[in-house]
């Protein structure tokens, strides 16, 4: 059974970087996955879903459009987890932030979510 | 961008009721690539149904989904009181890879 822990700052300042880290369980990063492919999303309060972007195994990365210029996704394999880097955060960018594991091209597999707030 | 608009915005049914909740594309998605996924109150959405009629493992019979093109349904055939959530609808493919639609709320009535 896959489980996914995101971790990182509850608090980001505005024009600082956000930096999230999505830890995996249940199985190695590179097998574990439907796909091999890992997302993040993230859901404003009260509001709805978006795409940020997904990573394989391998280092292979996908961006929504929308955020490509200040978003990087990477994984570490030894220590079975991907990460989120959002740069230049404003108000805009507080949300809660969800790591996924990619399915049929679907979502399968969702961690808890972390709430991350923009504020000085 | 395909852009994803559901219907109706909240949906007030009565544990028992049949509930249809719809979901149309601005253009044609394969149904491969269609999801929905349901999410309670401060909780992660869970995948509910893949590939436009696929469920999940683990979830009840009484959910089902169908259509294809531009035009997808949620059908929950008697709705318990753990169904009433926010429902989404999903695509993959079009730039953005994901893309989700704005949500149903459904309530009881």
């Known amino acids: 059974q896959v489980q996914l822990q995101e971790s990182g700052p509850g608090l980001v300042k505005p024009s600082g970087t956000l930096s999230l880290t999505c830890g995996v369980s249940?199985?190695?990063?590179?097998?574990?996955?439907?796909?091999?492919?890992w997302s993040w999303v993230r859901q404003p309060p009260g509001k709805g879903l978006e795409w940020i972007g997904e990573?394989?195994?391998?280092?292979?990365?996908h961006y929504n459009p929308s955020l490509h210029s200040r978003v990087t996704i990477s994984v570490d394999k030894s220590e079975n987890q991907f990460s989120l880097e959002l740069t230049s955060v404003t108000a805009a960018d507080t949300a809660v932030y969800y790591c996924g594991g990619n399915g049929h091209y679907s979502l399968d597999h969702w961690g808890q979510g972390t709430l991350v707030t923009v504020s000085s | 961008e395909i852009v994803l608009t559901q219907s109706p915005g909240t949906l007030s049914l009565s544990p028992g009721e049949r509930a249809t909740l719809s979901c149309r594309a601005s253009q044609s998605v394969s149904s491969t690539y269609f999801a929905w996924y349901q999410q309670k109150p401060g909780q992660a959405p869970r995948l509910l149904i893949y590939g436009a009629t696929s469920r999940a493992t683990g979830v009840p019979d009484r959910f089902s989904g169908t259509g294809s093109g531009t035009d997808f349904t949620l059908t929950i055939s008697r709705l318990e009181p753990e169904d009433f959530a926010v429902y989404y609808c999903q695509q993959y493919g079009s730039s953005p890879l994901y893309t989700f639609g704005q949500g149903t709320k459904l309530e009881i009535k």
């Open positions: 249940g199985g190695s990063i590179a097998s574990v996955s439907t796909s091999g492919w």
């Open positions: 990573i394989y195994h391998s280092g292979s990365t």
